[in-house]
Each structure stands twice: as structure tokens, then as C-alpha cells.
DNA sequence: AATATTAGTTTGATACTCAAAATACTTGAA
DNA sequence: TTCAAGTATTTTGAGTATCAAACTAATATT
């Protein structure tokens, strides 16, 4: 029974931290899409198409056309591969960075919010809890 | 400093529970827009147009066309609104019904998944964490 | 050298999204 | 009652996202 109310309640976790990230993306004007874009070649640094499609779950034919527009924007660039012509690396521009610290700053901001009433002891089992959670599936 | 691993694993969590959601509703044969407009109205019951938009965060507009084609595959059905003929509620049809406790039975499984190495006590006081940290934001 | 594989782009098609205009109905005020 | 204002939904036009499949260019294999 219990399971139940758990569930809905993480369901209810997941859907706010999803209403609340949109609403921060589309005031940076970006979207969804080239917000994640941006996130991964940030965390990962410079990368090549193939692989970034692959962390994003879309095919390399969509990731051009991203790419491109985010490349417009002047948010990241694509620099030759020094031994494979082939390929690209991905990196972001310095306004690419600007704009990943800023998003990153958000989610601390929204963190500290969401622990706003937790004890330091608290806090800490609930970390723990999440990276309990995390190796389960 | 605890904060950033925090964000950190909250992050993790969120992408992880994304990446589950959408290969789930693409075996479902629904597109994410269309798996959450079944989500709502399941949940909801019948519904207006103009709620229903809301309560996704689209237009009407938007709206128009995606209950369309939920409608053409028999998953829910406008029916005239008694009062006002300006007006539609959406309900689920039976098919509908199905989808929507289909999913809701692979939420519950994930979240079994999620929690087979916590104890009774464990489970609960991450539940009470999580309504914690809903009221918080 | 010839063939197979790999990285990325292009193309054609469908879906999602919005803002703004259009349609049909309801409500409120003269 | 009638007519103007407001509301619910649909339609239209334009941009972005997405995929699968075809294509190009370069690398790797045999």
C-alpha cells in the first residue's frame, strides 16, 4: 500500500523538477533540447558528435541540425579532430560557459531551496538515500 | 560544498528518471507530449480544453491538434459539454483506461525496483524526505 | 588497391510548439 | 432584447525536433 503513495509522491518530485526546469530554460531562450546540448558538452568538455548523440539519445542527423543552431548562437563551436578528419570535438564558446554556470548556479539555488528546512543531519540522509536510489536501477 | 554533490546526485536522479520515462512511453508507441496528456486526464478525470492546456503549460493551439490525434487512435474522446456548447470535456476511453493504468503499473514497478534494498524504516523516512522537499519549492 | 566501416551531413516526412486570426457561443449592459 | 465584450476552441503559418535512409568523405581492413 505504502508503495503506492511513495510512488506518486516521487512522480510529483519528478514532474515539478521538470515544470520547474523548463520554466528556467525557456527564460535563458533556449530550448529543451539545446539547454541538454549544452549541459553535456559542459560536464563531458570537448566531445565528438557521434559520442554526444549518443549521451543525448537522438541520432547524429539530429544532433547536425542542433549543433548548427547552437553554433548561430554562438554557445559552442565545432573545432577539427586533429587526427581523424572526419570528425569534429564539440566544445563550448566562452558564452557557452557563461551560459552553463549560470544554469549550474540555478540548480544549487534550487537545491538549497528544496533543503531549506533540513537539518545538516537530515540532509544527509536523504543524499545518501538518493545515491541508494541511483544504484537501484 | 555538500550542497554541489547534492545538486549534484538530485540531478542525476532527474536525468536517470527521464531517460526511464521516455523509453517506457516509446514502447508504448506515444510520444512524450501524448503519454502526459493520457497522464493528466487519467488522473483528472473529464477535463476541459482550456484546463487541460494549462495544466500541460501549452496553448489551446497546441492542444487542438495533439488531442486530434490521441483521439484518432482511440485513446480518449471529446464529448459536448452540457452546458456551454463553446465546450468540450476530454475523457478517456476504455482503450485509454488501459494505457493510463499500464503505465501507472510500471511506475509502481520502478519504484519497487528503486527501493529493494531499503529497509521498512529507510523507505519511510525517504517518503517523508521527498513531501519535505515538496513543500519546499 | 579494393572493400568495408565510420563520422558527419543532408533529405523527406511527421510531430510539437507558439502567436495570431478566425469561428462559434455566452455573458453583461444599455 | 440586442449588441458589444469576453470566452472556448480551431485554424493557420512558421520554427524547431525528431527519425530513418541516402549520401559524402575519410579511415581501417584484408
Redesign the interface.
Known sequence: M??????K??????E???????GVVKDSGLTTAQNHTIEIVGHEGAIKMKELATKL?VTTGTLTVSVDRLEQKMLLRRVPHKSDRRSYLIELTDKGQEVFKMHHNH??N?????????SEQ??????V??????N??
Chains 1, 2 share one sequence.
Not at 505504502?2 to 510512488?7: D, N
Not at 534550487?110 to 533540513?118: I, K, N, P
Open positions: 505504502e508503495i503506492k503513495e511513495l510512488s509522491s516521487i512522480i510529483e518530485l519528478y515539478k523538477l521538470s515544470t520547474w526546469e523548463e539519445g540548480h544549487l534550487l537545491t538549497r531551496e528544496m533543503m531549506a528546512d533540513f537530515e540532509q544527509l540522509a536523504f543524499h538515500a538518493i545515491k541508494k536510489v541511483l537501484n536501477f
